[in-house]
């Protein structure tokens, strides 16, 4: 009994000791850090500009486990000022990075003979063009397709009687737009089972292959391949996928604020207890919230409940491809003199090119007050000073912050960007039509169910997938994942 018990120990510490070589493996969601660092002297009217650009990309009108897609990119305006992550399409399967976009449904790649796609990007990454003649799985979208015909309802797609091909054409509101043909191809996917085991499927999907670009889409500062729609209507991927019983209708992702960004990105719920839910609008072409007030420091300011309610005309949109935050006008005005006023008797206000802006020679989270968004369900989404305020150049000492949320003029449109939406999770469950989220650290640990009915969870270690993860969380996933063969390998031995 003793040489069993002995044998027992042994076997159980080489396989722990493997455990942590193998922890020197990467996975797959890793987080990588691939944007240039810049100058802070980028102003705030510049990305009010890009974010204005980006807001034309508003388009109107049996779980394999939990299939995560990496996360890159960063929220800070000041590097790049967005999310995007790198997907698998085609046989043999060619890597694209794409945008991740809340405010859209296409996912769309730059094709061969793609005229105005980029040829360089200046976050470092190396661009693709998607060639349909490559790919031994692909194929054309006819007219006749069932998913060519739902596309036309919801203006995602179109259809050439002369060609019978199934086409779409995205204009934006800057005048940039692009337009292609749609493909059907194999999606890559990465799935973690049992807490850390990894397993590569696939799905066919329907994209878009862009043939032309204009305008801003164009250039290579901040160029990716495409772009990933994760809105609600029946072309985005979320939906194809959950029609084919492969991925519940739900996504949820967790965007790290600082340290170089990345996160977390998963089909399926993150199960996380203190997360609060709101009900989606209906019947709206993007993920439009009821917000019903705004609180700073505790007091509900006075602020017309019209300001907020939904129209074909405004409304509260999340969208993770906006970079800042913007106030419709009215909201705006009482968001900024509520602040000032809390803070004006201990900080400088001035303005640096129409933005309010402070000088501060201490911490911002001991002078800046709490922010609070209040949602119908009584949902708030609690914002702390680095939720709402961006960092500019120090001037005499002080460090200047200017206000992220800006006004957007004779308009009753609120738009949620990365600004709010970074160090928090966020589900955005379909099934159910609504919207959870709860302040975080996405660099931790989450839980994602990938079963709504069984409540079916897996353990994803984000901190563990990053190269920049504790030791602590490494060893916690090695352990848990050894558990199960150490118990079998001292029944085998007893």
């Known amino acids: 009994m003793a040489a069993t018990f002995t044998a027992w120990i042994m076997i159980a510490a080489f396989l722990f000791e493997s455990a942590l070589v193998m922890g020197g493996f990467p996975s797959t969601l890793q987080l990588e850090r691939r944007i240039p660092l810049a100058s802070h002297e980028l102003e705030l009217s510049q990305l009010r500009e890009r974010d204005r650009l980006r807001h034309g990309r508003l388009l109107q009108s049996s779980s394999v486990g939990v299939v995560d ?31 991740i976009d809340t405010g859209s449904d296409v996912l769309w790649i730059g094709c061969n ?49 002369q060609t019978n091909q199934c086409s779409y054409a995205f204009q934006y509101g800057d005048g940039s737009g692009t337009s292609g043909y749609y493909v059907a191809d194999l999606l890559h996917l990465n799935s973690i089972l049992e807490g850390s085991m990894t397993t590569n499927s696939t799905a066919p999907i329907m994209f878009g292959c862009s043939v032309s670009q204009t305008g ?40 790290k604020g600082n340290n170089g960004g990345g996160g977390v990105l998963v089909f399926g719920e993150i199960v996380e207890p203190n997360i609060v839910y709101t009900p989606l609008v209906r019947s709206q072409p993007h993920y439009n919230l009821d917000l019903r007030s705004i609180s700073v420091g505790g007091q509900v300011l006075s602020i017309n409940p019209s300001v907020f309610s939904t129209s074909s005309s405004q409304g509260t949109i999340v969208d993770s491809g906006t970079t800042l935050a913007y106030l419709a006008e009215e909201a705006y005005d009482a968001f900024m003199n509520a602040i000032t006023n809390t803070v004006s008797q201990t900080v400088r206000p001035i303005l640096n090119k129409g933005n309010q802006c402070y ?31 961006v960092q500019q150049n120090s001037i005499g000492g002080a460090a200047a912050w200017c206000v992220g949320f800006q006004k957007i003029q004779g308009q009753g449109i609120t738009i949620l960007g990365d600004l709010v939406l970074k160090d928090k999770i ?16 996405c660099s931790m640990s989450v839980n994602v169910s990938t079963n709504v009915n069984t409540a079916r969870t897996e353990f994803v270690n984000a901190g563990q997938m990053s190269n920049d993860g504790s030791s602590q969380d490494q060893t916690r996933s090695m352990i848990a994942l050894l558990l199960p063969i150490i118990a079998i390998t001292g029944l085998l031995l007893m």
């Open 113 to 161: 003979s793609c005229n105005g796609c980029p040829q360089t990007s200046g976050l470092k990454i190396e661009l693709n063009l998607f060639d349909p003649g490559s790919s031994t799985t692909a194929s054309l979208i006819p007219c006749s397709d069932t998913r060519c015909r739902a596309g036309l309802q919801s203006s995602d797609s179109g259809c050439s009687s």
């Open 426 to 441: 966020f589900v955005y469950d379909l099934a159910n039509q609504r919207i959870g989220w709860t302040n975080y650290d």
């Open 216 to 255: 801003d889409l164009t250039k290579s500062d901040r160029a990716v391949d495409g772009i990933f729609g994760f809105g609600q209507q029946s072309l985005s991927v979320i939906s194809q996928l959950s029609s084919q019983g492969i991925t519940p209708r739900m996504f949820s992702h967790c965007l």
């Open 69 to 99: 897609f990496p996360v890159l990119g960063t929220y800070d305006p000041f590097l790049v000022g967005l999310y995007y992550t790198k997907i698998q399409l085609g046989s043999p399967p060619r890597e694209f990075y794409v945008q």
């Open 359 to 389: 000088l501060i020679t201490s911490s911002v989270n001991e002078i800046f007050p709490q922010v609070s968004l209040n949602f119908a369900g009584g949902a708030s989404l609690i914002l702390n000073p680095q939720d709402y305020l």
